[in-house]
């Protein structure tokens, strides 16, 4: 009966200990349809990042000037891990470049195209790298204003891809849209 007692207590330490050194569940809450404040870089949704990255509260640097170039908008914003080595998790880059044709270049040599995020709009997005599986990044284009998604760090066991795609269609109706709008000068 000891040795039952005892096998049994040793079994239970040994599950406990395995149980406690796993990885906690990947958290797999859809990004946000809507973007909604706190914001980083003042445009893009806080929550969506967190999910996307795993990283609560990261540290960003950046800014969106939707008035530069005519109202085409320049910007990026640059999101790193907000402890340790602070690792770059996600960069997301306005330019007024344009590159439709670049953009049909890298879907003729495999880049998977972007759904429909803004009408006139093409892009197109990719998954994986060299050395992080969870690497992602998508490209949308209209007129001459182009915007950049790149992960460079996702969580594992998420679908970073859908998680470019779902950032994309949070942010791109607001930089994009609004750049390529008339703007209004001041006088």
């Known amino acids: ?93 306005l330019t007024p470049e ?10 003729k040599a495999g880049g998977k195209p972007l759904p429909e995020i803004l009408s006139g709009g093409i892009g197109f997005y990719t998954q994986g790298g060299r050395t992080e599986k969870t690497q992602a990044g998508a490209v949308l284009v209209k007129g001459k204003a182009q915007l950049f998604i790149g992960m460079s760090k996702g969580v594992e066991g998420r679908d970073n891809a859908a998680d470019v795609i779902a950032l994309m269609k949070l942010i791109a109706p607001k930089l994009i849209a609004d750049a390529n709008a008339p703007r209004r000068t001041k006088d």
């Open 1 to 93: 009966m000891t040795r039952t007692l005892a096998a049994l207590g040793a079994t239970l330490a040994l599950a406990t200990a395995c149980t406690s050194a796993s990885k906690p569940p990947v958290d797999k809450t859809p990004l946000p349809t809507t973007a909604a404040p706190p914001y980083i870089c003042d445009h893009i949704p806080l929550r969506a990042v967190e999910l996307m990255t795993g990283v609560r509260e990261p540290f960003a640097s950046g800014y969106f000037n939707l008035n530069f170039g005519n109202g085409l908008g320049v910007g990026g914003c640059h999101v790193f891990e907000s402890t340790g080595d602070k690792k770059k998790l996600l960069d997301i880059d």
């Open 98 to 107: 344009g590159g439709e044709d670049w953009v049909k270049a890298q879907l």
